[in-house]
């Protein structure tokens, strides 16, 4: 088995078969090279500040650049892509709503060993979650072309049916090759890891996560995103962001406000006291 | 079938054994009066400012005050109450660690009719957890009596055990008597509801909730509580507030940073002021995973 690609035109029920038959599918050149040089250039000086990883499973020779909603207005973009956004509601239909969950660039540099094979939603204390419902739904949008020698990201065709808790070798995975522009689409159960950069090169990609909005968020949006950048971002990228009850009351301000109107008060529907003003 | 009652000798794990067991449990007489007092003298305005619910599950003569964290700094002392956080660490054992999930004061009025019954975990979209699973863990400290006529919480003993989206009537439950300074705790698998409100009096109880820290929170504390007031608080506090990672990698902030640097930059590093065993407890996980170990 390989990985399904389909064109940037496909219909959401294209690639949401391509998904529920292979577990995965890349969608060639959704974005323009273009754009994705230019997000790189607006998240470069961020890049090259960012730490490598701590340990074999963020990888030492990998850099992970967080924070992109604040720090690159063009990323916003990728994760308000209507297919993207398409899939991803359908994926995690089961749940009342969903919420962006990663941004992340992560730049993998030579001699990288393979990352270990694993379910994204097993960040989720690693709670066995039923087969026929996943909790997260990734994308790896790619700012270089993936190679199997730079380390496209490995796939285990067929894995989001599998039992949970599993162990593979690379030999069990695919490469998802794919161009720059391209994206890379997965739902949180599909077995996965990066693959070993054995070029001279740096392989780039950024992976835009969401997962329903009853769980907690990775990145932490309401600290990554200062209040002031908040303030001016449109309002449907502020809900997917966090800034919207999960279920029937998850994530309120204090006397069960809507917490948009902490960066939008002009949206508040009801007079209510403020923590920051006494009464 | 009744509620079991412990004095404020209780230990923590005495407290978990009954919620395993029943699901719910009365620890009498925890606060002295005046406590209950000064509890209550920083939280008045902030109740008297409050509207009334929005519809009948959170009641329309019902009071729900939250942001008690920058409210009220007895409040705070209330969270880190020893017996609490001892119960949760037993109670809530099984993940990585857990966290604070909502801090309300809940003043039920006069008049008021008796909640539905249900189970706290149907926050997180009815999502049907298996028995045993217990995901929260929650306190009702007394800051009037709590008796059948003013809306005790009504519960039902060992319905941990029951089975998920189960309707109950009223006459299925009984109702957690408590004296004022008294703390009835239950797991957010027990079915329960406020009770109805026959008397003429307010019954007022302050509602301190703590959930594993890879579920969302219910109450936003990085938004309720403003960072100026947050950079005065103990590094206890806030890594129990959310600024931690839960899990492995739950909630960092920008280039993967420990949460609690976007307040306290002078703070780094894993593992410091992390709840007890959570450090030991992700290593083992990541090592059963991966067979690797963080570093």
Redesign the interface.
Known sequence: MSIPHIGPDARCEDVLAAIDCNGAVVIDRLASAEMMDRIGSELRP?VE???AG?????GRRTR????LIARSQTARELVMNPLVLGVAKQILSH??SFQMHVTQVITIGPEEPAQ?I?RDQ??????PFAKDYPVSFGTMWAMTDFTVENGATRIVVGSHKFDD?LRFTEADTEPAEMLKGSVLLYPGTTYHGAGANRSNGSRSGITIQYN?????????Q???VPVEIARTLPLELLRLIGYQR???????????RD?IE?VRPDLAK?D??R??S?? | MNLIHLDANARGEDVSAALERDGAVVVDNVLSSGQVDDLMAELRPWIEHTKAGFDSFSGRNTRRTGALIARSPKCRELVMHPLALATCGRFLGHATSYQLHLTQVISIGPGEPAQTIHRDQWAFDFFSFPKGYEVQCNTIWAMTDFNELNGATRVIPGSNRFDDKMRFKEEETIPAEMTRGSVLFYGGSVYHGGGANRSGQTRTGINLTYNLSWLRQEENQYLACPPEIARTLPVGLLRLMGYQLGAYALGYVGDALDPIQVLRPDLNGFGFGYLEGTAEKLRKQQSELWGQDRK
């Not at chain 1, 992970?64 to 924070?67: D, H, K, P």
């Not at chain 1, 097993?122 to 709670?127: E, I, K, L, M, T």
């Open positions: 961020w500040k960012s730490p701590r340990d074999g499973f963020e992970r650049t967080g924070g749940a009342t270990p694993h097993w960040a989720f204390d690693s709670y808790q329903v909005s009853w769980l907690r968020q990775e990145e932490n309401y600290l990554s999960g279920a029937y009351s998850l994530g309120y301000v204090d006397d069960l917490p902490v009801r209510r006291v923590p920051e006494p009464p």
